[in-house]
């Protein structure tokens, strides 16, 4: 895996081989969000949450782009214990991992966010309650962008917030708006 542009473009990092859990999203679909981000937002002082941050993959990249406050969200203890040590062996400050429930974090969250990114277990039942919950407990800040990555068989155009979607064959991101 690498860090796709940035101070840090160029970097790789490996995921150990027992993180069998992990989807990360794939280089093309990250690339491919990233250039609608460039041209939309930012990054610089950017206020970011990372659910369900799995290998740490999107956070590096916004760290990389100038964003400098990022709060990843994640409940597999190796993939946090993961994502710490490569925060530190790329130098990235104002990093903060928490190991917990990305829907018992939500239900308690009483801050805003700029940018919003989750990229759940394709598997997830609870899937649909992501825009939902991010959206009527007011995460987003003004002007912020919630983006969530999911299959062809969802389908959130008719959700509060939505904006529209991307297609990079089966990894769909839906974007959402404050309403």
Known sequence: MRIISGRLGGRRFSPPAQMPHTRPTTDVAKE????????????????????????GSISYELASRGADSLTL??????????????AKLLGLTDFSVLKQDVFQFL???NEQFDFIFAGPPYALTKIDQLPLLIIENKLLAPDGLFVLEHTPRNNYSTFRGFER???????????FVTS
């Open 165 to 175: 979607e991307r297609n990079y064959g089966t990894t769909i991101f839906s974007f």
């Open 107 to 109: 239900k308690h969250c």
């Open 32 to 55: 491919g969000l990233f250039n609608i981000l460039q041209n939309r937002i930012d990054f610089n002082n950017l206020k970011c949450l990372d659910l369900f941050a799995g290998t």
């Open 73 to 86: 969200v994640e409940k597999d203890g190796k993939q946090v214990q993961f994502i710490q040590q490569t």
